[in-house]
């Protein structure tokens, strides 16, 4: 049995659980987010935990179990306490700025770019050179992250570009000097 599958998830005072035929809907102070269920698995809850069940013992029976497990438990997380990714900006010039709902950010390239993002998505930029992206969907967090990072990803030489807090960067030693 899948040893995180298995695990049951405790639901915060403030989250709340419904199950409407094959859709799992978790509302909680921030939000209210929902997932459809595949057919090899079943939710259960009970006693303020909610646990995931698999009907058989298919190889993609075991392999939705544990994978909706952690879908619902990110679920109850995010409605509860919310999702936040931070970038870092490195590089002579390289900034970021909020123009009304717009991210603008100046990258080095003959102009701004300008990324906005959707409507769940919060971007702060508490100086310009962080980014906060918050929200209550991890996936959709760490998409939007992801989006941002490829205008400039950081590259290797220099180290110049927009990275995630705490990514280290192997760096490449350049040309040798002349011998």
Same mark, same amino acid.
Request: glycine share 10%.
């Given at each position: 049995?899948?040893?995180?599958? $298995?695990?049951?998830?405790?639901? #915060?005072?403030? #989250?709340?659980?419904?199950?409407?035929?094959?859709?799992?809907?978790?509302?909680?102070?921030?939000?209210?987010? =929902?997932?459809? @269920?595949?057919?090899?698995?079943?939710?259960?809850?009970?006693?303020? #935990?909610?646990?995931?069940?698999?009907?058989?013992?298919?190889?993609?029976? &075991?392999?939705?179990?544990?994978?909706?497990?952690?879908?619902?438990?990110?679920?109850?997380?995010?409605?509860?306490?919310? /999702?936040?990714?931070?970038?870092?900006?490195?590089?002579?010039?390289?900034?970021?700025?909020? &123009?009304?709902?717009?991210? #603008? @950010?100046?990258? %080095?390239?003959?102009?701004?770019?300008? /990324? =906005?993002?959707?409507?769940?998505?919060?971007?702060?930029?508490?100086? +310009?050179?962080?980014?906060?992206?918050? %929200?209550?969907?991890?996936?959709?967090?760490?998409?939007?992250?992801? $989006?941002?990072?490829?205008?400039? $990803? +950081?590259?290797?030489?220099?180290? &110049?570009?927009?990275?995630?807090?705490?990514?280290?960067?192997?760096?490449?030693? %350049? =040309?040798?000097?002349? &011998?």
């Amino acid at each position: 049995m899948s040893r995180i599958g $298995k695990m049951p998830i405790r639901l #915060a005072d403030q #989250a709340k659980v419904e199950m409407k035929d094959n859709t799992i809907s978790v509302s909680g102070p921030k939000g209210t987010l =929902k997932q459809s @269920l595949c057919d090899e698995v079943k939710v259960v809850v009970e006693d303020g #935990a909610v646990t995931v069940q698999r009907i058989d013992d298919s190889k993609r029976a &075991k392999a939705m179990h544990g994978l909706y497990r952690m879908l619902i438990s990110n679920m109850v997380e995010g409605v509860t306490k919310g /999702f936040t990714r931070k970038l870092e900006i490195t590089g002579v010039g390289y900034r970021a700025e909020l &123009k009304s709902d717009l991210l #603008a @950010l100046t990258l %080095g390239y003959s102009h701004m770019i300008y /990324f =906005k993002a959707p409507g769940d998505i919060r971007i702060d930029v508490p100086e +310009p050179t962080t980014i906060l992206v918050s %929200g209550i969907d991890k996936a959709l967090v760490g998409q939007v992250a992801a $989006k941002i990072r490829s205008f400039r $990803k +950081p590259e290797p030489y220099r180290g &110049k570009g927009i990275r995630y807090e705490g990514e280290v960067i192997r760096r490449k030693e %350049g =040309k040798a000097a002349g &011998k």
